[in-house]
């Protein structure tokens, strides 16, 4: 029964990790093509994505503080390294989708 809620959380974090991820992407695919509103709503829906990969995070940070992990597997580390790329992915698209609006207001 654990190791399935560990593997639910896992799962949950890199679904929507990915869903993250690549919700972010496409905001950079927009503002490529001067769509800013398109790009900011797909960084809308990249936070909500997130949202509930940090959910499922935190969620297994509780069962660890219970000691309910007793070891950390590779599916754990897979999902941990996909919210990493994918708050990475936001952080940098965040910014570059903000000069290229600003780009284009001065011009």
């Known amino acids: 029964m654990l ?9 949950l974090i890199i679904s929507n990790a990915g869903a993250a991820r690549s919700k972010a992407f496409e905001a950079l ?5 001067k ?27 509780k069962m660890n503080a219970k000691g309910e992990v007793a070891q950390i597997d590779l599916l754990l580390t897979h999902a941990q390294d996909h919210l990493m790329c994918a708050a990475l992915a936001q952080e940098l698209i965040n910014e570059i989708v903000a000069l290229r609006r600003e780009m284009e207001e001065r011009s």
Not at 44 to 59: G, N, R, V
Request: aromatic content about 4%.
């Open 29 to 33: 695919s927009h503002a490529r093509k």
């Open 3 to 11: 190791d399935e809620r560990l593997e639910d959380q896992a799962m």
């Open 35 to 61: 769509d800013f509103g398109a790009a900011n709503e797909a960084l809308k829906e990249s936070q909500e994505f997130a949202h509930l990969s940090h959910d499922a995070h935190s969620e297994l940070l």
